[in-house]
């Protein structure tokens, strides 16, 4: 079972009786009530073009504050999960598309259809603490603890190795990846499933470098052939760290591609 049927399963339980459990620490209160009304309205039991119950009505049935509740509506309002109109009420649109909440949209789409032509095969795991250069470049204090992941990306069926793959993910979010092997999803994705929050800003970072003896042969390369490093780091609201990774790409596997237009 993979970690995407995993989450359905979840989803689908807590859809069911559609209990209220402020559980996660990770993400703000209100962004867990934007992700359990989200998840009803995934459900059907608020289909699109009904009106949600009243802000007081909510606050009430789930214990929060009005507060909490408008700044739910206000995140699923930006995103264009829900409309709201003086004296009618906020009103379920069509579904989120999840390629324009945060970010232009051929930034991000690129990023989940990478992710789901290509399977990232995990091989190694273990919990760190960020010290000295490792510190300085994911941006954090020294001692704070991150998961990382190493593995190859394939494309689909396996048929060849696309890159090699570096991820570090905030240890507090480790159960997000606790029982993935196979990646088939972006991790980052996996990641806001588990937490509710989306993510913010992707900080992409782009530079050549010559493939080491150990990674050209993971990859089926050559000791010093030219590759292409990708780096990003991956912010929550309050521009929090989340996740920093990294991908070797041999220079044949990999074009980027951008367009550039005049102003009108």
Known sequence: MTAIDRQAQADEAETSDMEWRPELTTAPLYLQVAHHLEARIRSGEFPVGSLLPTENDLAATLGVSRQTVRQAIATLRSGGRLSARKGVGTRVEAGMDVARRHFIAHSRSELFEVASNTEFVISTRQEISAQGRLAVELGCRAGRRFLHMTGVRYTAGRQKTFSWNEVYVD?????????VEVAKSAIFHLIEEYTGEMIHEIQQDIKPVALTADIAERIGCKQGDLALQVTRRYYASGRRLIEY????LPADRFTYTTTLRAET
């Open 245 to 248: 990774a990294f991908q070797i």
């Open 171 to 179: 240890a507090r979010l480790a159960p997000a990846v606790k029982d």
